[in-house]
């Protein structure tokens, strides 16, 4: 079946400090894998994608993610935080075939950041 | 550019009773999803059209939920009669083509409470 995990409900880090949160696939989903951040009450903003190309992908806000198609990876980095930070972010690969177009996202992970 | 606009933003019921919400997508935009978010996970495709035809709604409860899109721009996702279980927040997406990748842009979704 069609998956995206992400393995983390809740992420709690201290401002300033690195953060990871992780996302893997399976094998089923397409290689197209983006992460959304979604701030209370508001909708989805992307915050980047990985198409194709460099494995490194760089995203707005400082965040970086990382494709590992060894591992079905896909995991979301920043190195220093900040308390605006906090908000859910969301891991999701695209079914993609045809006409759709279809997003299948991970269960979310909370990244509380602390002063 | 206005972004997609949705509406209510928020909305209470009581189990049996109808509901309907309204979305308008970024203007020029074919492609419109409403996904469902329940609490605790990430959101999932409900409907796709494409202008105003269905291209992906095999994940729509058809015995209550409906949605339509009669001029291909804006569109309706009604739910009749609702459940405890529909509880959650419809988000309403729209991407300028399907067929090929193209960044779908989120509302700010409606929140529904079923009581």
């Known amino acids: 079946a069609q998956s995206v995990t992400q393995l983390d409900s809740q992420v709690p880090v201290f401002e300033e400090a690195p953060v990871e949160l992780r996302c893997n696939y399976s094998s089923s989903v397409s290689v197209y894998l983006f992460w959304y951040v979604q701030y209370p009450n508001q909708g989805l903003q992307l915050l980047l994608k990985y198409l194709s190309g460099s494995t490194l992908v760089k995203g707005i806000n400082g965040f970086e993610a990382e494709f590992n198609k060894s591992q079905t990876s896909f995991h979301l980095r920043k190195p220093s935080v900040h308390i605006s930070d906090t908000a859910e972010y969301f891991c999701?690969?695209?079914?993609?075939?045809?006409?759709?177009?279809?997003?299948?996202f991970g269960t979310g992970t909370l990244l509380a950041v602390q002063p | 550019e206005a972004g997609v606009a949705q509406s209510p933003r928020y909305k209470i019921i009581e189990k049996r009773q109808s509901v309907a919400f309204w979305c308008n997508p970024i203007s020029g935009h074919a492609t419109l999803y409403w996904y469902q978010q329940i609490l605790g996970q990430g959101p999932k495709l409900l409907i796709q059209?494409?202008?105003?035809?269905?291209?992906?709604d095999s994940q729509l409860p058809k015995d209550r939920f409906s949605a339509e899109r009669l001029k291909g721009v804006d569109s309706t996702l009604k739910i009749q009669p609702a459940k405890l279980e529909d509880s959650a927040v419809y988000l309403c997406a729209s991407s300028s083509l399907a067929g090929d990748y193209n960044e779908q842009f989120f509302g700010p979704g409606t929140r529904l409470t079923v009581l």
């Open positions: 059209f494409q202008n105003n035809g269905v291209v992906d």
């Open positions: 999701a690969g695209l079914n993609y075939g045809g006409a759709t177009n279809k997003l299948i």
